[in-house]
């Protein structure tokens, strides 16, 4: 009885630090020990004015200072997402990426690479020709039916975030009966299909802000270490939004102190991946966190 229990937790921890760990270019990336995503927003109109970048010199300065910064990862998005963002077309979103990273290969071939984008198009092209390593999908495939098949076809990391409605419509008057649990059950269906089609490494994003008051946004962080329940990596992106400067009465320019506290609070309930614009002290948020949870060697 005590081996068959013995064997049966092992296999249970075992699983849980398989879960941790993504396939990256070939490459297994522990995210055991919490890593940083650089946003680089080829957008020219991004809610935070300091994210976006549009010149080949901009792009290559900002992807730079992610990786020397200690960002693992530089997320490229060319399709803004904030609340009333325009809606681009495919052939836009295509255009702006091929130039980024176009660049990107030829100046920086070592760097891990994830594109946010929700078209099964677009992260098809991505990966097959440009050997993007990750995508991030902010509709977790609910507006391109498409991509999940598409996704679990090119075997690369898939990020599905929790979103109610759309970019265009997502915060007029978003309602739940119980926000948590409502997301507990989209991750269910969404993780098994994925599975079923055959995916290996998915991620999972509560989307903060994206289809949520303020008081759901708080609801969602005192609870997050619920979301451990799926034994999946976990990306918080709460860089610089609203639920911040709203809360505190300033700005997204004045929201970086808010912003640390937050991926602090998020670290402790069990993120892996922070994603942010200031990577600086995120990395540094990170190396207190792992000093504290006896992940540092000093």
């Not at 978003?174 to 649990?181: F, I, L, S």
């Not at 269906?189 to 008051?213: C, H, S, W, Y």
């Not at 069990?270 to 942010?276: D, F, K, S, T, Y």
């Amino acid at each position: 009885m005590y081996v068959h229990l013995h064997h049966h937790y092992a296999s249970i921890e075992m699983e849980n630090r398989i879960a941790k760990y993504i396939n990256v270019n070939g490459c297994l990336m522990d995210l055991e020990t919490p890593r940083v995503m650089g946003i680089l927003n080829v957008t020219p109109d991004s809610f935070y004015a300091g994210s976006r970048k549009q010149s080949e010199e901009e792009i290559l300065l900002r992807a730079r200072q992610i990786v020397d910064e200690g960002g693992g990862i530089i997320d490229i998005g060319a399709y803004s997402s904030r609340q009333d963002a325009e809606h681009i077309s495919t052939e836009e979103e295509a255009s702006r990426l091929k130039n980024a990273l176009t660049l990107l290969n030829r100046e920086m071939p070592e760097a891990i690479i994830s594109v946010d984008t929700f078209r099964a198009d677009i992260a098809k092209m991505c990966v097959e020709e440009y050997g993007v390593a990750i995508i991030n999908d902010i509709s977790a495939g609910s507006m391109d039916e498409n991509m999940m098949p598409t996704v679990a076809k090119l075997g690369v990391p898939y990020i599905m975030m929790h979103m109610k409605g759309t970019p265009q419509n997502m915060q007029k008057n978003p309602e739940y009966d119980n926000v948590v649990k409502e997301m507990m059950y989209y991750f269910s269906e969404k993780v098994q299909r994925m599975r079923d089609l055959g995916a290996k490494d998915i991620i999972i994003d509560p989307g903060f802000g994206f289809g949520k008051t303020l008081e759901h946004n708080y609801m969602l962080m005192n609870k997050l270490e619920e979301f451990q329940i799926f034994e999946l990596p976990i990306l918080v992106g709460i860089s610089r939004k609203s639920m911040i400067y709203r809360l505190l009465g300033n700005t997204p320019e004045e929201a970086l102190n808010g912003t640390t506290v937050l991926n602090t609070i998020s670290l402790m309930k069990g993120a892996n991946i922070l994603r942010v614009h200031d990577v600086k002290e995120a990395c540094e948020t990170v190396k207190i966190f792992n000093a504290i949870s006896g992940k540092s060697n000093f």
